[in-house]
Nanobody, 127 residues
C-alpha cells in the first residue's frame, strides 16, 4: 500500500526554521520523484520544491529559493524540506506527493501527474 506521511509542521515565529519530513512506503524513491506543495486558505495549491528520483535535480519556487532546501534519506525512505527564514506568507498546509513522470522542472510534470499524496501538515508563521 502506497503511503506518504508528512510531519514536522507547527507554529514558528518569523525568521525561524522548520524541517518537514515526508515518509514514504509502498514504493521506492528510486522510481518516483517527490514534490512539496503548499496551499494557503483561499489560494490554489502551489509547487514549491521537487527532487528527482535520481536525486540529481532539485527545483524551487522563486518565493522560497535560497531559504528552503530539499534532501532525501534512502535509509529512512524520507524526503525532507528544510525551511529557514520563514515568513508569514509561508503559512499554509504543506503536502508531499510522488510522481513517476519524468521531472523536468517545478511545473513539469503538472500537478495532476502526481500520483500519490500525503495528508498534509500545517505550518503557521506568526509572532
Amino acid at each position: 500500500q502506497v503511503q506518504l506521511v508528512e510531519s514536522g509542521g507547527g507554529l514558528v515565529q518569523p525568521g525561524g526554521s522548520l524541517r518537514l519530513s515526508c515518509a514514504v512506503s509502498g514504493f521506492s524513491l528510486d522510481d518516483y520523484s517527490i514534490g512539496w506543495f503548499r496551499q494557503a486558505p483561499g489560494k490554489e495549491r502551489e509547487g514549491i520544491s521537487c527532487l528527482s528520483r535520481d536525486h540529481r535535480s532539485a527545483y524551487f519556487a522563486d518565493s522560497v529559493k535560497g531559504r528552503f532546501t530539499i534532501s532525501r534519506d534512502n535509509a529512512k525512505n524520507t524526503v525532507s524540506l528544510q525551511m529557514h527564514n520563514l515568513k508569514p506568507e509561508d503559512t499554509a498546509v504543506y503536502f508531499c506527493a510522488a510522481t513517476n513522470s519524468r521531472l523536468l522542472s517545478l511545473s513539469d510534470p503538472p500537478i495532476y501527474e502526481y500520483n500519490y499524496w500525503g495528508q498534509g501538515t500545517q505550518v503557521t508563521v506568526s509572532s
